[in-house]
């Protein structure tokens, strides 16, 4: 029997944090990995409109290291206020210095629609174990979950 020891490396209840985010303007960036589904919009992560150029990101830090292997993104109440596209990219920190963490492309740029789930996983780019993930939202917007289920390392 194949036992699939998949969990979610990001969330709250596994010591996953969210210690660095672009903007918090309307949700608090550690709403993104509270457990359960969001009740409404308040209980996302939702970044001011952005008039400028640029985008908008959060920092994730796993609650242990491990290999990610199935994403989902969860826009729910999100209806006219989503990001139009996001990606993920993952690294590796030892010092919990976040500027020396190296970026690697986990996520490619990947279109989100309003109020969905959506789920990646043959998307993923097999980058090993790593320590952090910096979840990128095209231009700005809401997400109310964000969950990276793997293994762990």
């Keep these: ?67 990610i292997t199935r994403v989902e993104i969860d ?11 996001c990606s993920l990219e993952g690294g590796v920190s030892t010092s919990g210095d976040l500027d020396a963490i190296e970026w690697n492309e986990l996520l490619p740029d990947s279109k989100l629609q309003a109020h969905k789930l959506h789920t990646f996983s043959a998307e993923l780019v097999d980058l090993g174990a790593v320590t952090h993930v910096r979840f990128n939202i095209f231009p700005y917007g809401g997400v109310s979950r964000l969950r990276l289920y793997g293994r762990i390392a």
């Design 1 to 67: 029997k194949k036992c699939n020891n998949e969990i979610d490396l990001a969330a709250a209840e596994n010591g996953g944090a969210v210690p660095l985010a672009s903007d918090m303007f309307f949700g608090h960036r550690h709403n993104l990995i509270m457990p359960g589904l969001a009740q409404d919009m308040s209980d996302g992560w939702e970044t001011q409109r952005r008039r400028g150029p640029g985008h908008d990101w959060c920092i994730v830090k796993l609650g242990t290291k491990g290999t």
């Design 75 to 85: 826009t729910s109440h999100f209806k006219g206020n989503y990001p139009e596209s």
